[in-house]
C-alpha cells in the first residue's frame, strides 16, 4: 500500500464504510455512465474502463468527474428525463387517449398514478399541485 492508499482505507474505516462496497459503487457508476453514452445521452464512446483508467490517473478516484469534464454537455431536456424517471419509477405517468386522427390535444392528456399499496390495477387519474415547478407545461 502506499500513503494514498492507506489514507483512503483509514477514511472508509473511521465512517463504518467498506471498501469493497465503495469500490462496487464506483463500478456501478462507471458501467451507468458507459450505458449513458451508448445511449447518446452523454458522449458517445465513454467505456468504463476508460473512466476507470482517467481515475487511477486523477489520484485514485472513480473517474466519473473526470470523463465528465472531457465530455460534451447532454441537453437539459434529456437530463431532466432521465433523472425524472430515475426518481419516480411507476409512480405517474401521462396518459393520452388513443384517437383515431392522430395525436390527441393538450387538454385530452391526463397525469395518471398507480395506487401505492398495489390492490388496484387501475390507474387514477392525478393532478400536480400548482405552485410545482412540474405544473406547467411547455414553458408556459
Request: glycine residues 8%; charged residues 25%.
Amino acid at each position: 500500500f502506499d500513503r494514498g492508499d492507506h489514507v483512503r482505507f483509514e477514511w472508509a474505516r473511521d465512517r463504518f464504510l467498506s471498501i469493497r462496497t465503495l469500490q462496487a459503487m464506483a463500478q456501478l457508476k462507471r458501467q451507468l455512465l458507459e450505458a449513458l453514452s451508448s445511449a447518446e445521452i452523454t458522449s458517445p464512446g465513454l467505456r468504463a474502463s476508460y473512466v476507470e483508467g482517467l481515475g487511477r490517473r486523477a489520484g485514485g478516484c472513480d473517474g466519473i468527474r473526470e470523463a465528465l469534464r472531457q465530455a460534451e454537455p447532454a441537453p437539459p431536456e434529456i437530463v431532466t428525463a432521465v433523472l425524472s424517471a430515475a426518481l419516480f419509477p411507476r409512480v405517474a405517468y401521462l396518459h393520452a387517449p388513443p384517437t383515431g386522427k392522430g395525436p390527441c390535444s393538450a387538454d385530452q392528456v391526463k397525469l395518471h398514478i398507480r395506487e401505492p399499496h398495489g390492490k388496484s390495477h387501475e390507474p387514477q387519474v392525478a393532478t400536480v399541485h400548482p405552485s410545482s415547478i412540474n405544473c406547467k407545461l411547455n414553458g408556459a
